[in-house]
């Protein structure tokens, strides 16, 4: 399932074609996908001007000048494809939902899995939304600090991997970032959460930062479904330290110790034992 980088790539793109642009025509191709597509869907979106965009965790909010936010999950193999109207082209299998521009601009949902999902949401409302409702803080805004994380943890016997999987603590995270934040702060994934320190809270806190910005701006990373919104591949899948990458030599401690994967709440974690405690 993409994570907060793969849909914060996949946003900028949307904004960068939509934003400021008056949407012309919406096609619905099918009557659901994890959830029925919203009946008025079509009547609050055509004709109006895209004012702004907005990531959530993994939801992006397009807000149009009625006062409405389209709200969208790309579920665990959705793809938001950007083009022009009017290519003679063939539209991709699977495009369930297909998006138009005065100017030309055209995005078109493809998702195969159907576990993806679109909602409309007045703007003001975004929050109370039930999917968006009692989420947890976002790890690049100034919230995420050391101090935070430490308390957040305390008294939490589950492993320091799982808490940080909770959406309702932290939002966006997920397996990839996890394990390769972990790794940057050489903190074992099956520590119990409540044992960690106020300085390697301090240290994760700033990996977990590091580790998406450096991932944002690599495009997100591709290992399965995911592209950026232009179609093409992300780049940070090539940076992973542990992810993926069982039975390598560890990159950090060198030739000593290869990379280990357990599995945790049924997700597999790769991690390093002699660099990570």
Known sequence: MPELPEVE???RGFQDAFQG????????????LRW????????????????????????ILMRVENGWSMMLHLGMSGRLLLGQSGMNT????????VLQTENGAR????????????????????????????????????????T???TVMQGRRTP?????????????????????ALFRSHIHPARAATTLTE??????ANAIRTVLEEAIASGGSSLRDYVQADGTKGGFQDLHLVYGREGETCRQCGAGSTISRITQAGRSTFFCANCQK
């Open 36 to 59: 029925p597509f919203p009946l008025d869907l079509r009547e609050r979106l055509e004709g109006q001007t895209v004012l702004s965009f907005h990531r959530r965790a993994k939801y």
């Open 199 to 204: 300085a390697e809270a301090d240290s994760l």
């Open 107 to 146: 995005a078109g949902l493809v998702d195969p899995r159907r576990f993806g999902m679109v909602d409309v949401v007045p703007t003001h409302q975004e929050n109370a939304h039930r999917l968006l409702n009692g989420l947890g803080i976002e790890p690049l805004s100034t919230n995420m600090t050391g």
């Open 9 to 11: 790539t996949v946003m």
């Open 90 to 97: 063939t539209p991709p299998k699977h495009e369930h939902l």
């Open 160 to 180: 320091i991997k799982t808490a940080l999987l909770d959406q309702k603590l932290i939002v966006g995270l997920g397996n990839i970032y996890v394990c390769e």
């Open 148 to 150: 935070y994380l430490h």
């Open 21 to 32: 642009q008056r949407i012309r025509h919406v096609t619905v191709n099918r009557p659901d």
